[in-house]
């Protein structure tokens, strides 16, 4: 599970609520095709033994394959990169730069500068996002104590 969905300093469960909140339909995907499981399974209303708890739960999400529709889903609607495929870009960066003429060849793969530059715009934004709701947390402590 990415940090999309954790809650910064929550712990495991409110993470996990979270997850099931924000990505509930990608988690009930995944869940049946590699566990064959329901997420309804968590909630017995009618009783019975539940085939899963909280805690497994959190478990069959930490261990979800990269091409899961989780992964995906916090990946930008993309699979995210694999041992593989970083190998095979740092295949492709030593073939280039030993055949490019000094200081002509690219520093890293196309793709991975892309992902690279897609991950800190997001920190970014998080970062600027946490910083105006504690501006906005701020000022209503401040107008409470001045009544």
Known sequence: MGTGGR???AGKLASLLVAVR???DAIEADLMRYYRVQLRDLFRPGGG??????RL???YIRHLPADSALAISENGG??????ADHLAADTWLAIVQSNSPK???PKDHPARERAKKK??????TRSRSAHDRAKARNAERLRLARK
């Open 57 to 59: 739960l959190w478990v």
């Open 22 to 24: 924000d990505r509930g």
């Open 49 to 54: 033994a539940s085939k899963l708890t909280l």
């Open 103 to 105: 200081g002509k060849a």
């Open 78 to 83: 993309t699979a995210p990169w694999t041992m």
């Open 7 to 9: 809650v910064p300093y």
């Open 119 to 124: 991950l800190t715009e997001g920190k970014a």
